[in-house]
Every structure is written in structure tokens, then in C-alpha cells.
């Protein structure tokens, strides 16, 4: 017999039983109706909105205890690191290649740090997202080789777990001027502020620390960010410079004063443009925190000219990684400090 006339004699059985259950002289009793539970059909208030999501007392407290352990006296080799670092986690800094897992996260902080002895911290700014920290600092130590005093400013962001184990670090110093000031970095660096007055700037400074509030004007400062840097891109200078204030002032970490003024704004962007061609800006991260802006970003293009002390290179081609924070006043752009390492381009003319 075929398949079909199998199932066809399976449904006619089906049907046969099925009249003959009803014709018999038993009765099948209906199973009694469930339950209806009438208070789960009315009308529920709404829950309460919690907010915006935050970070934990764990996390809060990721930046210093980061920052401790470098500083650890007991831990010139950086080993302490460990304690504070997620298994799986990732370090970047722009002339050395990304490195993860906990172990390799250590040595790469030896191998930048683990030069100067007596290593100290001071925080000057702290912004803080729901699983992002941005640091900004100033470290003290002494060169061991040169035995020479350096104290110079960096950047570090932190991605954390609830827990406070931090999963990333991209750390963001100038190793051209602080090997300027340890005695055996280029002499155009050593005009610098020595040592003693960035220690002096940093204890006199008072730490700053901004939450993060996901807030319309944030939101406002971040498309405010995303323009400038559009208009650098494009060589729109008077754009560039329109979301400025009349005062800016741009702070980088290989310069003895800022630039000043919607004018020095212009005339970057047209020097940038006359050293890189072909040049291009890509957004890495951005974040607003209060009235500030903080963008991780990458230029590419061919270098045509110098770029502060670092002439052009043979292999022209080159990225460079970049973070702006940016202090924003009525909308416009008052201030920014920025950090990045111009050694990069020496060391990994196209890292990826």
C-alpha cells in the first residue's frame, strides 16, 4: 500500500473511531474550565523610568585604582596592573601594536612606563559614562638611565565592567617630549615646561570630575564636534574655526602656549593640509560628558611636509591616532587639549 492510501486509511480509522466514541451510551464529561486570575488582566501602572543607565561604585572607582597601581612603590614593573585588569582585556597606544589578554596588557605598560622610577599620579580630569572612564594626568618619576626629573601630561581611557575590572585601555602621552625632558629627545622639545612646573600646574590644579547625563545639550556638543572635524577634513577653515569661540584656545602636548583665536584656527587647518594630502579623519569614539566633548580619532594621508619635529618621511603613508577634549561654552567650542603621540609616525607609518 502507498503512502497515500496508508494515511488515507489512518484518517478514515480516525473518523470511524471517532463517530462510534460519540454513538456509545457513555458520557464524556468537559474537563472544568481553568481558573481565570482576574488581577492579572487590569490595567498595571506604568514602572517607574530608572534613568539613564549608570556606572557602579565598582567601576567609579576604576580610574584610581588603575592609576595606584602604576604608581605602586612595591611595583616598579607595572605587575600590580594585573589586579584591576579583566582576563580578556585590550591595550592600545599609537606606535606599538594592540596587544590582549591581561599578561600582555602588563608588559606593554612596563615597556612605556617601567623607564621611571618613583612614578606618581595627579588626576586633573575624570569623565565618567556608564562603562567609560577618560582620564587626564599628569606623571611624575625619575628617568632611570638619565636619572633626570620628568613630569608630563596623558590621557588614558578606560572601559570598565560592572564588576570595576577594566576590559580596555588606550593610553594617549607624548614620547618625544618626555624623552625631551629625561635629556635625550630632540632639542626643538626641550623649550618645554621643565618638570617642576608641570608638577606645580597639577597640584595647584583642582581635580575635575564631570558624570556623564546623556542629556540633549550633550548630544548638541557631540554634533558641534563632528562638524569641526568634518570641516578640518574638507579644508573649510571659516567653518572650522566658526564653531570656535573668539578666545579658543588649543593646547597640544609638544607646545610651549596654545594656539589662540578663530585666526590661529584657520591657519592650522591650512598648514595641516599643506604637510598631508590626501587627508582624512575618521571617528574612533566620541562621548559627551557635561559641557565637554572628548573624540578618539585617526588621520590618514600622505605627508608632504613636517609635522612639528618629525620631518617627512620616506614612506609617506601614515595614520596617526589623535583624542581631543573639547570644553564647550553657548555651543561653540572654547577649549580643547589635545593628545596624541607624534612618535607614531616614526615607529608604525601605517599601523592598523
Known amino acids: 500500500m502507498g503512502t497515500g492510501a496508508k494515511s488515507l486509511a489512518t484518517l478514515c480509522l480516525y473518523v470511524a473511531s471517532s463517530w462510534l466514541m460519540g454513538c456509545s451510551g457513555e458520557t464524556v464529561t468537559r474537563p472544568p474550565p481553568p481558573p481565570v486570575d482576574w488581577a492579572s488582566l487590569a490595567a498595571r501602572p506604568p514602572s517607574p523610568d530608572a534613568g539613564p543607565p549608570s556606572a557602579t561604585a565598582k ?34 597606544f599609537a606606535g606599538l601594536k594592540d596587544v590582549f589578554g591581561r599578561d600582555n596588557v602588563v608588559r606593554a605598560h612596563q615597556i612605556l612606563l617601567g623607564a621611571f622610577e618613583q612614578r606618581s599620579f595627579a588626576v586633573s580630569r575624570l569623565l565618567i559614562t556608564h562603562d567609560s572612564q577618560i582620564i587626564e594626568w599628569v606623571m611624575t ?25 577594566i576590559s580596555n585601555v588606550r593610553l594617549y602621552f607624548d614620547e618625544l617630549a618626555v624623552s625631551a625632558q629625561a635629556g635625550i629627545g630632540p632639542k626643538a622639545l626641550r623649550a618645554l615646561p621643565r618638570a617642576s612646573e608641570q608638577v606645580g600646574v597639577a597640584q595647584a590644579a583642582s581635580r575635575e570630575e564631570v558624570d556623564q547625563t546623556r542629556s540633549p545639550e550633550e548630544s548638541a556638543n557631540v554634533a558641534v564636534v563632528r562638524a569641526l572635524l568634518d570641516a578640518f577634513e574638507n579644508a573649510d577653515a ?25 585666526a590661529a584656527a584657520r591657519a592650522y587647518v591650512k ?14 569614539n ?22 612639528g619635529v618629525v620631518p617627512a618621511q620616506k614612506n609617506n603613508l601614515f595614520k596617526m591616532y589623535r583624542v581631543d577634549v573639547a570644553r564647550l561654552r553657548d555651543g561653540k567650542i572654547a577649549q580643547i587639549q589635545r593628545y596624541d603621540n607624534p612618535a607614531q609616525i616614526l615607529a608604525a607609518p601605517m599601523r592598523q
Open 286 to 307: 566620541v562621548w559627551g560628558v557635561g559641557p565637554f566633548v572628548v573624540v578618539e580619532y585617526h588621520i590618514v594621508g600622505e605627508q608632504r611636509g613636517p609635522l
Open 238 to 262: 571659516d567653518t572650522y574655526a566658526g564653531a570656535m569661540t573668539d578666545d579658543v584656545e588649543v593646547a597640544s602636548l609638544a607646545s610651549v602656549e596654545p594656539l589662540r583665536g578663530m
Open 271 to 284: 598648514a595641516m593640509h599643506r604637510s598631508i594630502a590626501e587627508l582624512d579623519v575618521s571617528i574612533d
Open 141 to 165: 618619576g625619575v628617568h632611570k638611565a638619565t636619572h633626570k626629573r620628568v613630569a608630563f601630561k596623558g590621557l588614558s581611557l578606560l572601559w570598565t565592567k560592572d564588576d570595576g575590572a
Open 59 to 92: 567601576e567609579r572607582a576604576a580610574a584610581d585604582a588603575y592609576l595606584a597601581a602604576l604608581a605602586s612603590p612595591a611595583s616598579p614593573d607595572c605587575a600590580a596592573l594585573a589586579g584591576v585588569l579583566d582576563e580578556d582585556a585590550h591595550f592600545a
